[in-house]
């Protein structure tokens, strides 16, 4: 009897034991993965922040960089958008669009321009002829990239622009989504294609009119006050 009482012990505190381990390897288990959950979901925050602008001085440039639609097709030079937005900012806002550019003659003459103005920011909207003329996307995301990394190498912020596929009713071209999110960069999609839907922004096809460049000048200012450049 006294012999069977022994195993019967051992045999408990063998169960006893072996629980003890299950519920240590149960709680290694469940806490592992949860810190694991929670370091993934910092990380997540963390990339996933919004890319911010210096705050932008009332003595400083802003470089306006692009096509037709920058220099302001359309409608007059004071109601251009860079003139508008002048307007808005308080700060000097420097029109260099040139109609019918394409981004390889764009990519050849913005070094020079930032020499001349030493702009603090500079907004690039730029790819619109490329489109339109059929060219090469991969060519032109090309050229849009050097574009940043000249922006970057200079130490200045940059917008970042999208411009819509050509075709009726469509959203900006991939790329530009791409390359905003392989550098970090603040960027609109939306708001020249949302223009270019409505007939009542547009002087032509493919421009705008005083109403869409203020629409335009105005989804920029906000931009600015959004991510600290005002």
Not at 44 to 55: A, F, I, K, N, Q
Not at 112 to 134: C, Q, V
Request: charged share 20%; net charge neutral.
């Amino acid at each position: 009897m006294q012999q069977q009482l022994l195993k019967l012990l051992q045999i408990r505190r063998g169960s006893t034991r072996l629980y003890s381990i299950k519920a240590q390897s149960i709680k290694a288990l469940l806490i592992k993965p949860l810190q694991g959950l929670a370091l993934c979901f910092l990380l997540l925050l963390t990339g996933c922040s919004d890319p911010e602008l210096r705050y932008l001085p009332e003595q400083a440039n802003i470089l306006a960089f692009g096509d037709s639609l920058t220099l302001g097709v359309g409608t007059s030079a004071d109601q251009s958008y860079p003139a508008i937005l002048q307007q808005l900012t308080g700060r000097q806002v420097i029109n260099a669009g040139v109609s019918g550019e394409i981004s390889s003659a764009g990519l050849n003459r913005l070094p020079e321009l930032l020499n001349t103005h030493a702009p603090s920011l500079i907004i690039l909207l730029e790819g619109g002829n490329d489109i339109l003329r059929n060219q090469s996307k991969q060519k032109l995301k090309q050229n849009l990239r050097a574009m940043i990394e000249i922006s970057r190498q200079k130490e200045i912020d940059l917008i970042f622009i999208g411009v819509p596929e050509k075709s009726l009713f469509s959203d900006s071209a991939a790329l530009y989504s791409e390359l905003a999110e392989e550098y970090d960069l603040v960027h609109d999609n939306e708001i020249i294609a949302d223009l270019l839907r409505d007939s009542r922004y547009k002087s032509d096809p493919i421009h705008f009119n005083q109403q869409g460049y203020q629409k335009l000048a105005q989804r920029l200012h906000q931009l600015m006050l959004d991510h600290g450049a005002l």
